[in-house]
């Protein structure tokens, strides 16, 4: 039997961004692809994706956190859970600044700047072809040559791309709703030029301080927000001199403010985290599970 039947987990969201944290930090269990999908299936709790407490590695830190995407595939970055992670630690040690290790680094949260806010530092974006990663050489990330539809009338054109720890893809449209997202977001997730997939966004920049945006992404398909697409499109903009380093995000499940300091280059993201309800796994649920 999984040594996750009958195991706790809580069900929240970061602004409609729909995540399961499940905490193994006093097991050495661990969590399969198989068992990842296997939660995510309609008759377990559907999510985009898991936040997985492990054991601290690093002293200093609270727990390691593996995140999947609800495919069962494994992602760096994870702005929406961690801060969904943050909100459930902080209420149960009390505390109210923790760093967490995640496979994008060590990330430091921090309750935000009024109570239910939580901030995330989500580390210094990376612009580099190799980074992102793109299958072939690109000088100049803050647009590359990508396009779909006719090749003399392209639906969607020259993305900008940016990791924070994970690849995203930001094409700039005058509106965000003109587009089947979940026709052109399988395509251009798969497309040859991103060799470990990307998450895709479609981004409107309202004025210096306000985009709009919403994404498919890498995993989970169309999601109601991407913290971390919130970050690289933030990022992204500030770095064609379309917006100031600090934005004000609206996405379709809520908004977010997202800071890209200048000091040191870390990306910070203020948002909630709503906490819905805590279940047990039903072991049925990994019965075909290998
Ligand atoms: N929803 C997340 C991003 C999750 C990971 C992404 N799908 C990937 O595979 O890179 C967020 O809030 O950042």
């Known amino acids: 039997m999984s040594t996750l039947a009958n195991h706790s987990f809580a069900k929240m969201n970061g602004i409609g961004n729909e995540i399961v944290v ?23 709790v559907p999510y985009d994706q898991l936040m997985v407490l492990h054991p601290p590695r690093v002293q200093g830190t609270s727990a390691f956190i593996q995140i999947y995407n609800n495919d069962g595939s494994e992602a760096a970055a994870c702005g929406n859970g ?28 921090w309750q935000g700047p009024s109570p239910g806010l939580y901030t995330v530092d ?23 040559e990508l396009q779909i539809g006719p090749i003399d009338a392209p639906i969607l054109h020259s993305p900008s791309v940016v990791s924070m720890g994970n690849p995203h893809a930001i094409f700039w449209v005058d509106d965000i709703h003109a587009y089947d997202l979940e026709k052109f977001g399988p395509l251009l997730e798969n497309h040859p030029i ?6 895709i966004t479609l981004a409107h920049v309202v004025d210096r301080e306000h985009i709009v945006m919403r994404t498919w992404e890498r995993g989970a398909g169309l999601t109601r927000a991407c913290g971390s697409a919130a970050c690289a499109t933030a990022v992204a903009a500030a770095r064609l001199k379309r917006t100031e380093r600090t934005v004000h995000m609206t996405l379709p499940g809520g908004d977010l403010t997202i ?12 948002g909630p985290a709503a906490f819905e309800f805590e279940g047990r796994f039903d072991p049925a649920l990994f019965n075909h599970v290998a």
């Open 82 to 109: 961690m801060r969904c992670v943050a909100r459930q630690v902080f209420e149960e040690t009390g505390k109210s600044a923790l760093t967490f290790e995640t496979r994008a680094g060590l990330l430091n949260c």
């Open 194 to 199: 991103f060799p470990e997939r990307a998450n």
């Open 122 to 144: 989500m580390g210094a974006p990376k612009f580099g072809w190799k980074d992102i990663p793109l299958a072939e050489e690109f000088r100049d990330t803050r647009y590359i």
């Open 22 to 44: 499940l905490d193994l930090r006093d097991s050495a269990a661990t969590v399969t692809p198989g068992e990842a999908r296997a939660i995510a299936a309609p008759a377990g």
């Open 259 to 270: 800071e890209w300091r200048a000091e040191d280059d870390h990306v910070l993201m203020t």
